[in-house]
C-alpha cells in the first residue's frame, strides 16, 4: 500500500502526494489508519466511467511540454515595463 503520514503532508504540502502519486493512488494515514485515498485525475475518470477525458496531459505535463512562440526581445519587454511604470507616476 502507497501510503503518507497525515503529518507529513502538512509538514511538505502537495509536493509529497505528487511523489507517492508516481507508484499509484495514496493512501494518507491518520493516527495510523488509513483515512483518505488520494488519486491521480486519469484513474478517478477510470472509476467514474469517463475515460476518453483520462488521455488529457496534467497540468504538469501542459507545462513540460509547452513551447513559448513569444519573438519578443529582452529590449522590447524592458522597454514596456518601463512604459508602465512611468504611466503610473503620471498618475
Do not use: F
Not at 502519486?21 to 483518505?36: E, K
Amino acid at each position: 500500500m502507497n501510503t503518507l503520514r497525515a503529518v507529513e503532508l502538512k509538514r511538505r504540502g502537495m509536493i509529497a502526494i505528487e511523489e507517492k502519486l508516481a507508484a499509484g493512488p495514496v493512501h494518507i494515514l491518520q493516527r495510523n489508519r488509513p483515512a483518505v485515498v488520494v488519486l491521480s485525475e486519469a484513474e478517478y475518470l477510470c472509476l467514474t466511467g469517463r475515460k476518453e477525458q483520462a488521455e488529457q496531459p496534467s497540468a504538469a505535463q501542459w507545462v513540460l511540454n509547452y513551447t513559448p512562440e513569444g519573438h519578443r526581445s529582452k529590449e522590447d519587454i524592458d522597454r514596456q515595463i518601463q512604459e508602465e511604470r512611468n504611466s503610473w507616476e503620471e498618475a
